[in-house]
């Protein structure tokens, strides 16, 4: 057996990179069919929009192929200022960045540092514990629910609470969580912003907003006015279709978001980004379109997964994570050779668990059909 060599630069690197480990994402289409020799498979990975993206947005995108040559707007003042409009506040604050992702980076950059700490949930979103390592943080992580009282594996806010201290300087919430699909109701949100130190940063995450129908969940975006250190986050990889074109954004009280533009890389969102981003916003058919899908779809995988007599989260995203009984990452791989790509979540501390994005009715029932041959 080959004996590992360590890495002869670790030992240069900043603290907090010895120990990371790279987010990992869902398996593209194209690497299955090479690595096994197989076609017409069905991405059920990364959570995206099955019906593709706004017909706006293709048009107003390809439109500037002929720019290529050009650098895109540095500050990305037509969506900054649409996004502004659609939220009823000011351009200055918005940040804009290279999906969602990259401004959870932005805050961690400015708001961490070696000494400090971060506080996020069990089973939540895996950039944030990235993020914080990177600069050298300590991330301090609260024991999701147990189900006794709140959403088993929801966010505990009691227990997220018990662990600020005077070190804390960032608290990342994902409303709905990801990968759990769990969620945070108005009241109780607000009454834990309400009862952190007002120098500590709140993010909340809502990717998946757009999908939620439950009438209890917020718009955190309506408490900036409210909350000083609160930070908003989206994306247009969901609901609206783009993940392939990377634009996200972050809304904060102007003096957060100058902080955030300090550290900001020079052209971050590219010019496709930009124009395809600006025209999805106001596609309300294509959301309305794709929450509709979702809805039936999710109902699809529900029953598929009752009849099978299989344990699941209750999620109100566009993703549903399913007890398989059994190592999950096992029950991966032998989907993947029936041409199914699915997301085992172990690293997120739920071993037997798969997460299933929410695809189109062939493709739901494609899988279904595949995990049922896999499990007997």
Known sequence: ????????????TAPGISGLHPYVPGKPVSELERELGICDSVKL?????????????KVAAAALLDELARYPDGGGFELRTALAEFHGTGVETVTLGNGSNDV??????????PGSEAIF?????????????????????????????????????????????EKTRVVFIANPNNPTGTWLAKNELLEFIDSLPSNIIVVVDEAYTEYVEELAYPDA???????????????????????ALRVGYGLSHPDVTELLNRVRQPFN????????????????????????VNRVGMNQLIAGFERLGLDYIPS????????????????????????????PIGGYGLPHYLRITVGLKDENQRFLQALESVLK
């Open 221 to 243: 975006t309506q408490w900036l006015k409210q909350y000083p250190n609160l930070i908003v986050t989206r994306t247009f990889s969901k609901a609206y279709g783009l993940a």
């Open 104 to 113: 959870l980076d932005l805050i961690a950059r400015v708001f961490l540092a």
């Open 269 to 292: 969102v590219n010019a496709l980004a930009l124009a395809g981003a600006h025209a999805a916003l106001n596609d309300h058919e294509h959301i309305k379109q794709s929450v509709a």
């Open 316 to 343: 109100v995203g566009n993703f549903i994570c399913v007890d398989v009984g059994r190592s999950a990452a096992e029950v991966d791989s032998q989907l993947l050779h029936k041409g199914c790509i699915t997301r």
């Open 45 to 57: 990975a990364s959570n995206e929009n099955p019906l593709g993206a706004s017909p706006k947005a």
């Open 1 to 12: 057996m080959q004996k590992l060599i360590a890495n002869p630069f670790l030992k240069y």
């Open 121 to 165: 949930s069990e089973h939540a979103f895996a950039v944030y514990p990235i993020c914080t390592q990177a600069v050298g943080a300590t991330s301090r992580v609260a024991p999701a629910h147990d189900g006794s009282i709140g959403p088993r594996f929801g966010h505990n806010l009691k227990a997220m609470r018990q662990l600020v201290s």
